[in-house]
């Protein structure tokens, strides 16, 4: 796991940084929106991820797998470049027809948002995304994970700046709140992609040289392994990413399917459409990210692991290992996060989303102790989808990731009645969130399983988590009241409480001691 520990390393560093910025961009995007024109904002956002996902999520594994399979090839640049141009009229030619047209989903929620949002900004967001996506697939194939945290950071950095500018009490915006904030994530495409550009152009070197080590290089320019010298081809790369794209098409549909549907169900159990759209916000702008945040070590974990388990094919026993340790390590992660939203989920809300605590709909800044379980398998499910994409097999990932989308819509679509009383149609619609979760975890991890070879393990994955969930409540209930309740002694708490969590999962993701040799006779 050496080789994964270098990447993930810089990945969860830049990640955490990442992350620390999100949450500040959050905060400060609180106190700019009210929770229904937040509301509008993640109505307005999931157009735009439903235009740039569908044709680079499944690039960035792509690239990098031909990548960490084809270093030396002088032909790699080449059909990286050919790569990013199709990445750019992939999403750049639906995009202008339609936000040319000024076409949203049907509903009274994308009403307002197509009066309130200028939609048609996304068109030059999406087309430098795209282009960023590509190159920084490029540079985790080589292991130049560092240039990818740079660019992120810089990216990140701009859009928290500008946004704290927005909200100074004596700075007067030219444009509307959310005129300005759609101007703002162009910006910060532009600056993302300027700086993944700008370290592509240092790091690029000709093919008769060797290539410099960059920070966080797993290994320097010569060839890996006997796959170096395998040409790379444009078609190899699209048709890996080919599955990806279909699933991600689908997916969006449903995304956009969702984000019509709830504001829609709300209405018809009694909510304002303002309440309707405040729940959507909340649960798209604080629930979601919070669960989202211990991803700093388990997306770089997933990331890292596409090119492990790409070198790994021919060692079916060091593959295994792998991916018993890491499934671990993911399970601890998870049962820690559930337990930190169940008991703090509210002092979170409070700090992130002040404006819901007091809100006047169901749920108002509670929404992440309803979907805290959902952590319990959300970082399983992306290492072992991960699992599955590095080893060159990402239509399964993509059947569990429907049928989860499917168990989703079906959740909202079938749960909520018109009759039903309000709080209860806003916890169906965090269930929803959760049966999510907990069928692509369990699907995706299955599949992993199989395709590797790997037996379950009981203890590492079941018992040992269980302890330390159990450690974790034990710290949190006997040491929280001796240190009290103050900033200084919650902070200690938890930090016993995550140490004794890294503790045990340290043990559950240890590696196998191997078997004694027979005693001769």
């Known amino acids: ?18 992350r620390s910025l999100g949450l500040l961009y959050r905060l400060l995007l609180a106190r700019l929106l009210d929770p229904a024109r937040l509301g509008l904002f993640q109505l307005a956002m999931s157009l735009y991820f439903s235009l740039l996902t569908p044709v680079v999520a499944g690039l960035p594994d792509a690239v990098a797998r031909v990548t960490a399979r084809s270093a030396a090839h002088p032909l790699l640049p080449r059909v990286i470049a050919r790569t990013a141009t199709l990445a750019v009229l992939g999403v750049a030619v639906p995009a202008l027809v339609l936000l040319g047209t000024g076409w949203t989903p049907p509903g009274p929620g994308w009403d307002e948002a197509r009066r309130a949002v200028p939609l048609a900004l996304f068109l030059p967001a999406v087309a430098l995304a795209a282009a960023s ?26 859009r928290v700046g500008a946004l704290f500018l927005a909200v100074h009490p004596g700075f007067v915006l030219p444009w509307s ?27 690029r070197a000709p093919a008769t040289r060797p290539r410099p080590t960059a920070p966080g290089a797993a290994a320097s320019g010569t060839p890996r392994g006997p796959a170096a010298d395998v040409p790379p081809r444009l078609g190899e790369v699209l048709g890996l990413a080919a599955p990806a794209t279909v699933e991600r098409i689908l997916l969006s549909a449903g995304r956009l399917v969702e984000a019509t549907l709830v504001p829609t ?26 669960l989202l945040l211990p991803t700093v070590f388990s997306g770089a974990l997933a990331a890292a692991i596409v090119p492990a388990v790409a070198q790994a094919e021919t060692d079916p026993a060091r593959l295994r290992q792998q991916v018993r340790r890491a499934v671990a390590v993911a399970l601890h992660l998870g049962v820690l996060a559930a337990v930190l939203f169940h008991r703090e989920g509210a002092t979170l809300a409070a700090l992130l989303f002040p404006g819901a605590v007091g809100g006047d709909y169901p749920g108002a800044g509670h929404l992440i102790h309803w979907v805290a379980p959902a952590a319990l398998l959300l970082y399983t499910d992306q ?25 989703r819509v079906a959740v909202i679509a079938g749960g909520i009645r ?51 969930g159990v450690a974790a409540l034990g710290i949190l209930d006997g040491v929280g009241p001796l240190l009290g309740a103050a900033l200084p002694g919650r902070l200690l708490t938890w ?16 590696p196998a001691r191997p078997g004694r040799p027979p005693v001769r006779a």
């Open 265 to 290: 169900r709300l209405v018809q159990v009694g909510l304002t459409l303002d309440q309707a759209l405040a729940v959507y916000g909340e649960l798209g702008s604080l629930a979601a990210p919070l």
């Open 418 to 468: 018109p009759a039903m009383d309000p709080e209860a149609a806003v916890r169906v619609v965090c269930l929803s969130l959760v049966a999510d979760v907990a069928v692509a975890g369990c699907g995706n991890l299955a599949c992993a399983l199989w395709r590797t070879g790997t037996r379950p393990d009981l203890v590492g994955w079941i018992v040992l988590p269980a302890c330390a």
């Open 177 to 203: 709140p959310l005129g300005f904030l759609v101007g703002l994530l162009v910006a910060g495409e532009a600056v993302g992609f300027l700086a993944t550009m700008l370290a592509h152009q240092a790091v």
């Open 133 to 158: 996506a590509v190159l920084r697939g490029q540079f985790l194939g080589d292991g130049r994970a560092a240039w990818i945290v740079v660019a992120q950071l810089v990216e990140q950095l701009v």
């Open 383 to 407: 290492v072992a989808a991960a699992v599955m994409r590095g080893l060159g097999r990402p239509l399964e990932p993509m059947l569990v990731d429907l049928t989860s989308a499917a168990v």
């Open 495 to 510: 930090t016993a409480a995550a140490l004794a969590v890294a503790v045990i999962a340290w043990v559950a993701a240890a």
């Open 1 to 18: 796991m050496g080789g994964i520990l270098g990447s993930t390393l810089w990945l969860t560093a830049g990640n955490l940084a990442n």
